[in-house]
């Protein structure tokens, strides 16, 4: 089994479209690569050993700081050391090993190993709560667990008594990569080579599970040919990601959770295409940016949450320093030359006139040297995508979801569309539906949820579409624009459709807004909770002097509340008067994973935000305060 290699840079292949009453309903793009019809993943360490030894694969920071390379070689022998060490301890083939931690270089040689020694991962949630754990490990029938901490083994002890079958508990940070070598000396080479040999592309890779924002997690049964299908794809089509450009090899720093389909593909696509790879287990905090400025990575992957935050900090540094007039000059040039397709000479100009002022402070604190990032998770709106196009570093947009092993869409190179999740990944087709929801077909589908084969309904059309629970458009040239979730859709006692999306998604990219919920459902018009993001209220607090005001005086101070409604002002310019925010509540209280309203990947938990905030939405409808 052969590394992906690029494609030249030859003109790119046109989607396919059918049109219906003049409108776009299907577009498609043929594959860039033919399937794998033999073999697994299991096999992309041992054949990057042979085929280039001396590759770098992986950097891992040492104690002091430092970046330590790891070789194809070194690492396929690891993978094979702690596969034996799986055998050893009794696991069967297809036998489910869960694997519960941040971000680590021990993630990535678990997963290989696992599947070197023919099982099944099972990514959990590092913060997961005792109840999602155990719902995981039980429907997943989980036959060994691997936690990162002594706090998280304990969680799953508590819980083991109602496990019966997990007969293995591991805890990465009291040595159980070394326990597991140990172990793995008396088991002979050719068990792993033997075990290796029984998988085919059709053989199940991993269950990974539905974040559940509308309920249970749902376990999604990725194949290995799933993983092929995906990433040989996107890296033949986003080649300039995954190659050396100017001398430097492509590398790039993985912070997302590897629970998460969207990084665990990525980190298999930088092992089949030979990409170096560092691990950073957290995206808050300065340590974030100590690692970016350390590794130096030339492309990242990002949910929006991370962009807005660089783009929010650049401009509170910006003011701080009085210049926030510079930096915002400087944002808004950014934006028009991203949007434009042929940029004139004065806009050229102007852009070089800012980069060293301004721009090249945004790349630096992406590490310096990023080109490219590759933007999912959620809808990043479009003068983000703008601005960063405009600053220097190409954004690649795509939607996918679990079911789909990640991207189903993405941006493609040189062709960007901002506001649009691109164009079908080569290999894919998409489809609107009668009543515009976002339907899928290709090789990256999944098969079905895990209990699919104990009686539930295998999730397709009768044509073999997959319906994705999105609503969306395609525009004339095939790019897909998501609209939101068909469940969230508002109607309004006037009958009046609403995607909440857009207006959200505009007003989390200002610098005072975390998070906006937009409802209306069943109610005579629209409104929003809004709640502040806590880097920018400290920062405009202390430019206005009034850190001595505690944050419920601030949710209701008068100059605090204009800016917000000039924000919502800005973001009903996108819609009609029927679908505008009439009002709007700011909360006290934050958002998050913990307090039960984010899900691991940062989406809302629409309903419960609804159902916890039910007596300020009552008072806000109550109050008849439409402006």
């Known amino acids: 089994m052969s590394v992906v290699t690029a494609p030249s840079d030859s003109e790119p292949v046109e989607p396919r479209r059918t049109l219906v009453d003049g409108v776009v309903r299907e577009v498609s793009l043929p594959a860039l690569v033919p399937p794998v019809r033999r073999g697994s993943l299991a096999d992309l360490p041992y054949d990057n050993a042979r085929q280039d030894p001396a590759a770098v694969l992986f950097s891992r920071k040492g104690p002091q700081g430092d970046w330590r390379d790891v070789t194809a070689s070194a690492f396929a022998a690891e993978v094979h050391s702690v596969a034996k060490g799986l055998v050893a301890h009794g696991l069967r083939p297809g036998d489910r090993l869960a694997l519960m931690a941040r971000t680590t270089y021990e993630w990535t040689l678990l997963d290989f190993a696992a599947w070197a020694a023919g099982l099944v991962t099972v990514p959990v949630h590092p913060t997961s709560s005792a109840f999602q754990t155990r719902w995981i490990l039980q429907d997943s029938g989980a036959t060994a667990c691997v936690v990162e901490d002594p706090e998280q083994a304990r969680l799953v002890s508590a819980e083991r008594l109602r496990l019966p079958g997990l007969a293995h508990l591991w805890v990465l940070g009291t040595g159980a990569v070394d326990q597991l070598r140990r172990a793995g000396a008396r088991v002979a080479d050719e068990a792993v080579t033997a075990r290796r040999g029984l998988l085919t592309p059709e053989t199940l890779a991993t269950l990974v599970y539905t974040s559940g924002t509308t309920g249970r997690p749902k376990g999604c049964a990725l194949t290995h040919a799933n993983f092929f299908a995906e990433v040989d794809n996107a890296v033949r089509l986003l080649h300039p990601v995954f190659v050396a450009e100017n001398g430097e090899p492509a590398a790039t720093l993985l912070f997302l959770p590897l629970s ?94 800012y980069d060293p002022l301004v721009y090249r402070r945004v790349r630096a604190a992406l590490g310096g040297r990023v080109r490219y990032v590759i933007c999912g998770g959620s809808s990043l709106g479009a003068p983000i995508a703008e601005f960063y196009a405009g600053v220097g570093v190409e954004v690649f947009e795509g939607y996918g979801l679990t079911e789909t092993t990640a991207a189903a869409t993405v941006t493609p190179p040189r062709r960007p569309r901002p506001g649009t999740v691109g164009l079908p990944l080569p290999g894919t087709a998409v489809r609107i539906a009668d009543d515009g929801e976002v ?40 790019y897909l624009r998501i609209i939101g979730r068909k469940k969230d859709l508002v109607i309004t006692s006037a009958g009046k459709n609403v995607a909440p999306a857009p207006l959200e998604d505009w007003l989390r990219a200002h610098p005072l807004v975390a998070h906006c919920v937009v409802l209306g459902d069943g109610r005579p018009y629209i409104t929003a909770l809004i709640t502040l ?8 607090r202390r430019m206005r002097h009034k850190d001595h005001l505690a944050l419920w005086e601030l949710t209701r101070d008068e100059e605090l509340l204009a800016v917000i409604q000039r924000a919502v002002d800005e973001a009903n310019r996108l819609v009609s008067r029927g679908e505008s925010i009439r009002a709007f509540r700011v909360l006290t209280a934050e958002l998050t994973e913990h307090s039960g309203h984010l899900t691991p990947s940062l989406k809302l938990k629409r309903r419960a935000v609804l159902r916890d905030f039910a007596r300020e939405i009552e008072e806000m409808y109550a109050a008849g305060d439409r402006p």
């Open 260 to 353: 998460h389909v969207f990084g665990r593909m990525v980190a298999v696509a930088c092992v089949r295409a030979r990409v170096r790879v560092g691990h950073a287990p957290t995206v808050e905090g300065e340590q974030l940016l100590t690692d970016l400025a350390g590794f130096r990575p030339t492309f990242l992957l990002a949910v929006p949450y991370v962009l807005e935050k660089v783009h929010h900090s650049a401009r509170a540094t910006a003011e701080r320093g009085g210049k926030a007039a510079v930096f915002d000059r400087a944002a808004a040039i950014a934006r028009r030359y991203g949007r434009s397709e042929a940029p004139s000479l004065s806009l050229r100009a102007a852009r070089a006139l």
């Open 439 to 478: 339907w899928l077909k290709g090789g990256h589908v999944f098969a079905g949820y895990w209990d699919a084969g104990r009686g539930a309904a295998v999730p397709y059309t009768d044509d073999g579409w997959f319906p994705t629970g999105d609503l969306g458009s395609l525009d004339a040239d095939g």
């Open 533 to 540: 993001d806590h880097e920018g209220l400290t920062h405009w």
